[in-house]
């Protein structure tokens, strides 16, 4: 359980997804948003951000990765460029010349790539910490709560910690993927149209037009489920 405000040291953090987009390989990104803020009465330093999402998030999926760094969105805190989820889990890093004062908020947004969730629905949780300048005896502490408000019911403590949903239901999975365009010149590269996914027993009619709206392809099959 986090700090009480009603201490000196407290901090509180929401982590929110978005919802999952398919990729051209049936994999999904998915954009997270983690929002820290103070609200205790001391400033604090050696405020640190994280999320061991291999023990999380890794733990439900087939597969998964970090799409490109984390982004500092506000807060002058300074990011983990090391910062993978798994052997570095901070993503900002401790600082005792970073000062986080009552009311500050630091915002982080991260990327996944996910493969095959193993439900609709998987769970990831973040933490905050954070040490009073005042007294460094003081730390402060919370779990992240779903969403976008560290304090959802507004009292001033931040004690929520609901882990952060990310929800793939049937119309982020069942939605077939159409490739805006293909290159079948041979560097592995987008070589093949593949409309997926697609279910079994399913007609599938292309059409396929040029600039000037003359048809100059067309196919109609029956998706086998092989």
Do not use: C
């Amino acid at each position: 359980n986090p700090v009480k405000p009603l201490g000196d040291a407290a901090i509180g953090v929401a982590l929110s997804a978005s919802k999952p987009v398919m990729q051209t390989d049936s994999t999904f990104n998915v954009k997270f948003r983690l929002i820290a803020r103070n609200y205790g009465k001391d400033t604090l330093n050696n405020v640190v951000l994280a999320n061991h999402i291999q023990s999380n998030i890794g733990q439900q999926v087939t597969a998964w990765s970090l799409v490109g760094k984390p982004t500092l969105v506000s807060g002058g805190v300074k990011l983990d460029s090391l910062f993978d989820g798994i052997a570095d889990t901070t993503l900002t890093v401790a600082s005792s010349t970073f000062k986080f004062a009552k009311g500050d908020s630091i915002v982080i947004e991260y990327t996944l790539n996910i493969r095959e969730p193993l439900q609709d629905t998987i769970y990831t949780q973040a933490s905050a910490t954070g040490i009073s300048i005042a007294d460094a005896t003081k730390i402060a502490f919370d779990l992240s709560t779903a969403g976008t408000n560290p304090d959802p019911n507004d009292d001033g403590n931040p004690s929520e910690n609901t882990k952060t949903p990310v929800i793939f239901d049937a119309s982020v999975t069942d939605s077939p993927f159409i490739p805006e365009g293909f290159s079948p010149n041979g560097d592995g590269i987008n070589d093949k149209f593949v409309i997926q996914p697609l279910n079994p027993d399913q007609r599938v009619e292309l059409k396929i037009f040029n600039r000037w709206g003359s048809l100059v392809y067309a196919s109609s099959i029956i998706v086998t489920g092989k």
